[in-house]
């Protein structure tokens, strides 16, 4: 049985590499009362990762909502060692590029394919943020 492997090009956000396993939501994030910092778990009432840690994972969502305090947050998990290992969002704001920064993990957007219809939570995914390259292994 052979792996097929989907090649992604979008725009370097936060440089550096990393990989893992894909969790991937099409809900927008709240830092803000929407994830525990100190376990990288959603928490957000009816957000479809609820209960779910985006810890050392690469997390695949469309962006960020809520106030100025998504980077707080994704900075305390960065501090408490739960913060994803690399983001990949299709929509940018400001929000969503200070969380990136904040947490210190390659981040990548504007890509050539959305990246929400082609990668799925399970998938193995390598993330090259500073040439924006994204190379999925689809699971099994």
């Known amino acids: 049985m052979s792996e097929k492997i989907i090649l992604l090009r979008g ?6 590499r990393a990989e893992g396993e894909a969790l991937v939501t099409h ?5 803000w009362g ?3 910092p100190m ?4 928490i957000e009432t009816r957000h479809e990762l ?5 810890k050392d994972k ?8 809520g106030s100025s305090g998504w980077s707080a947050m994704f900075h305390t998990a960065r501090l408490a060692k739960t913060a994803p290992k690399a983001m990949l969002f299709t929509t940018m704001t400001t929000k969503v590029a200070l969380g990136a920064v904040v947490v210190h993990a390659p981040a990548v957007t504007d890509f050539d394919q959305d990246p ?3 990668i799925e939570t399970g998938d193995w995914v390598k993330v090259d943020g500073d040439t924006g390259l994204v190379e999925v292994t689809k699971r099994g």
């Open 50 to 54: 609820r209960g779910q840690s985006f």
């Open 39 to 42: 376990t990288g778990t959603v």
């Open 116 to 118: 929400l219809a082609v």
């Open 34 to 36: 929407g994830i525990d």
């Open 27 to 31: 809900d927008t994030i709240s830092g």
């Open 58 to 65: 690469i997390l695949v969502f469309p962006g960020a909502k």
């Open 11 to 16: 725009r370097k956000v936060v440089g550096g």
